[in-house]
């Protein structure tokens, strides 16, 4: 009965987080950092939070954090982030706060007493800014003063995040301090859609991570040179596209024979000049090569590389490989997993450990604190759009098997 107590609540707070007053769209959720619907959903989540007797603020730049706990006590640490995708929408990254949410509820009316901090991390989706993971990494200290005054900028308007963040009452002076969100924390765990079909096509309702993926992104932009569609013979192209063509298989191939969970992904092209009766004169393809054995992907990443300059050079082309990013896979806290795993297993539904494919602000908690992520399905796999879907059941069941596992660790 309890879990359909919090499974009907779940269910009102993200229909309630889905109303116009939380979305700047009428057909997505849409909502980042210092918009005013973003602003009202950092207050219904204070709202709640006073209720339970949580002392809610938020860091110099705009993290959500509330505990019940005066500072400098040890406290676990559950949330996620409640920004969205442009094209988002209700589930991913707002069940998970709203889901540590119902934990706090739980913890109150259970009568635990377990000493817990809830965060919602600014803009994990990189909407604003078009910064990933930003509120996590600005914790993190991942970031530089240069970053946040100059490189980092509004995608609507082009100013700044330092802007931005003074004119929506913030001090982004203080951002070091941000560091300190996480000092009292014993161990974090986050809850999340999975983004993914793994779940639903196992019939499992729990997903128990057991690392995030690390990933590089990259671009490779071939050379060759451009001609009339028509008026020149097969045997006299230098046409860029061939190699780009030969590139994407191989990448498949590689990816495929790396196995330990590692994809590869061709999600951009540009082909200049781009129309329909000319051979390009060059193109660029972006690179995504993710997995959580560093080893793995980091192989097919170097691999397809020197694969890419090769297959150029046989057609008398030059290609050229630059990296924009890479970072490590972050393997998940064991004590936090086997506490989840008894908690999961003590249920009796079906659940499996897995690894996330996709990023998230744990990657930066990790750095300094035991963390550990939970999965609910979402239907069909079905994320950054409109049509996402997940159950409020199964994100109660998630929070009873983490106020459960907090529990035994406590």
């Known amino acids: 009965m309890a879990r359909e107590e919090s499974a009907r609540r779940i269910e009102r707070d993200i229909e309630t987080l889905a109303g116009p007053d939380y979305t700047l769209s009428k057909e997505a959720i849409r909502r980042y950092a210092y918009t005013p619907v973003y602003r009202n959903t950092l207050a219904y989540f204070t709202k709640e939070l006073e209720e339970l007797g949580f002392e809610v603020e938020q860091d110099p730049v705009g993290t959500l954090?509330?505990?019940?706990?005066?500072?400098?006590?040890?406290?676990?640490g559950i949330g996620s982030h409640c920004d969205s995708n442009r094209n988002g929408g209700r589930y991913d990254g707002t069940m998970g706060v709203v889901t540590a949410l119902e934990v706090c509820r739980l913890n109150s009316e259970l009568g635990y007493g377990l000493p817990l901090q809830l965060i919602s991390w600014l803009e994990e989706e990189g909407s604003g800014f078009g910064q990933m993971l930003l509120g996590s990494r600005i914790m993190a200290q991942r970031v530089t003063e240069e970053d946040l005054r100059e490189r980092f900028r509004a995608i609507?308007?082009?100013?700044?995040?330092w802007e931005h963040a003074e004119e929506a009452g913030y001090q982004p002076e203080r951002w070091r301090e941000c560091a300190h969100?996480?000092?009292?924390l014993t161990g974090w765990i986050e809850m999340h859609i999975e983004q993914a079909r793994v779940l639903q096509d196992t019939g499992n309702r729990i997903g128990l991570v057991t690392a995030i993926a690390g990933y590089v992104h990259a671009d490779v932009?071939?050379?060759?040179?451009g001609d009339h569609a028509g008026a020149t013979p097969m045997d006299f192209r230098l046409d860029p596209t061939l190699s780009l063509a030969e590139t994407i298989v191989e990448l498949e191939r590689l990816a495929r024979e790396a196995g330990k969970g590692t994809v590869g992904t061709v999600g951009e092209i540009e082909v200049d000049p781009g129309i329909i009766n000319a051979i390009a004169s060059r193109v660029r393809f972006s690179l995504d090569i993710r997995g959580p054995d560093d080893e793995a992907y980091g192989g097919v990443a170097r691999e397809i590389a020197a694969f890419a300059e090769e297959a150029a050079g046989r057609r008398g082309m030059r290609a050229e490989y630059a990296e924009r990013q890479t970072l490590p896979a972050t393997p998940m806290d064991g004590r936090i997993l086997d506490a989840l795993e008894a908690a999961a297993r003590a249920t009796g539904e079906p659940y499996m450990r897995m690894h996330s494919g996709a990023a998230h602000d744990t990657m930066c908690v990790a750095d300094r604190i035991p963390c550990a992520m939970v999965?609910?399905?979402?239907?069909?796999?079905?994320?950054?759009?409109?049509?996402?879907?997940?159950?409020p059941a199964d994100a109660a069941l998630a929070a009873e098997i983490i106020l459960e596992a907090i529990r035994a660790l406590s």
Request: hydrophobic share 30%; aromatic share 6%; net charge negative.
């Open 181 to 184: 969100v996480i000092d009292d």
């Open 221 to 225: 932009r071939v050379h060759g040179r």
């Open 65 to 76: 954090v509330a505990r019940n706990r005066p500072k400098g006590e040890a406290v676990f």
């Open 156 to 161: 609507d308007d082009g100013r700044s995040f």
């Open 375 to 391: 999965f609910v399905p979402c239907k069909d796999g079905i994320s950054h759009h409109p049509a996402e879907d997940a159950s």
